[in-house]
């Protein structure tokens, strides 16, 4: 193949084909990097802002309850994706523990194999740790986010996976965005734990709402960044929830 396109690689999972692209912009003079599954575009290694902010939103906020305490972290993060939540979480010294849950084995073996541009890779940090299983399952599950101890409750839960809370890549997690499934989610964290949710369009006050009825607190944070390629800024959403202490 050209250096403009390759397909690095291709593959059936049960949500449908997905595929993980390398392209040469040439407005940008960069590779770019994206995962299509099926017709829609999930991510690429151009437009981050959100996907780092989903981590620094929360991690910072909950930093600020206990200012000047050393006291370490559990994480959780929901969807691997290219790693730039992840890889985010790492840079804080306070994170003790890192689980990735990601249910599409050919993205985890992408990290495996080094073909996603992030850097450092996640590899080389060992608080982090891939597990590959069903993140909406483990939520909805009374074992949780670790089979070792089962009821485990972690200090931070974040979650990119779905478009939005109404626009699923699997019609399956529907229920997870439901104030019971909020509601069971909320028993995997521990007490003045924070949820995190990622979504590509602005906040809704609606989906903000049915957050408050199940956390303490809750609302949604705008993230705004320019995109070079169409000379416009785009607004997506970061949702944070915190546990009562």
Known sequence: MSRLFEELDYRDTPIGPISLRRRFHPLLKVDVFEIILGDEHLMSNIFTVSEIALARLGLD????????????????????????????????????????????????????????????????????????????????????????????QFHAILIDIDHTPDWLLDARSGHFYSEAGLRKLLTHLKPGGLMGLWSDVPPDEAFVQRLSGVFAEAWGEPVTFYNPLQDKHHTQAVYLGFKAA
Do not use: N
């Open 61 to 152: 906020k909950l930093a600020s309850l206990s200012p000047g305490s050393e006291d370490k972290w559990d994480v959780v993060v929901g969807g691997l994706g290219l790693g730039y939540t992840a890889g985010a979480v790492l840079e804080y010294p306070r994170v003790a523990s890192l689980r990735v849950v990601e249910m599409l084995d050919a993205v985890a073996d992408w990290h495996d194999a080094g073909l996603v541009p992030l850097d450092p890779p996640l590899s080389a940090d060992d608080r982090c740790q891939i597990v590959r299983d069903d993140f909406f399952a483990l939520a909805q599950s009374d074992t949780g986010f670790d089979a070792d101890h089962p009821g485990r």
